[in-house]
């Protein structure tokens, strides 16, 4: 568990919980919450995000930000406690579901299950911002602008745009990326040899979920294929995907490497 002050200066602060699994995404949706103003306490997983709430409950968060696929308790089963729990109270927090699914449904899914609002990924700094204020109607949308001052000309300007215009920001997370890559692929590598279709699943989700950060279309869909792979239990096809995922995330981390450098040159 972590937590994020908000810059100094901000008209209207929110306390959010952020509720997510996986690094890259936490770190991007971090940041994103911090330049808009807010304080930021993160959950690795619905477990852990179910604990920091109970524990703060004298000080309560203003908002969950829920990710909804993660390992020991998803985002509807966080929900589904914390909403049982209110009942006692009346209480009612804001819970806004992030989800990489865009499947027919989905929305209605995350709603009936108690959340208030939802959020396609890959996130944007905007997107989060707008289903913040839906979901918090109290906040004000000055606090929540966004400082989308341009950095960095020389670097691609709609990857630039997906960070709101952050330089350091796009630098940071590519560079989180390219760090945690390695890992990554080598989990999809082992689920293929060991034919275990659950943490292939997994380990491609995982993937496709920072990739889509980037504007990464090929490999995030061929993850997507692999991660649809395994929750069929057909792992046909897998060994040949995983090896075009490994050429498309080499050559993706040739781009991102060209961004840090521009970057680096910018400042």
Partial sequence: MTETAAPKGSTRQLNILLTEDNPVNRVLAQKILQKQGHTVTSANNGREAVQLWEQNRSRQFDLILMDVQMPEMDGLQA????????????????????????????????LEGGMDGYISKPITPAGLARAIEEAVPALTREAA?????????????????????DAGLLRELAELFIQS??????????????????ALERAAHSLKGCVGNFFSHGARETAQRLELLGKSGDLSGAEELARILEEQVAEFNRVLARNIEAVHEAH
Avoid: W
């Fill in 79 to 110: 929900t589904g406690y914390i909403r049982n729990r209110e009942k006692e109270s009346g209480a009612h927090i804001p819970i806004v579901a992030m989800t990489a699914h865009a499947m027919k449904g989905d929305r209605e899914r995350c």
């Fill in 145 to 165: 602008a966004l400082n989308t001052e341009a950095q960095g000309e020389k670097m691609d300007e709609e990857l630039l745009a997906r960070f709101g215009g």
């Fill in 181 to 198: 890559c390695p890992k990554m692929l080598e989990d999809i590598r082992d689920a293929v040899q060991k034919r275990d279709a659950k």
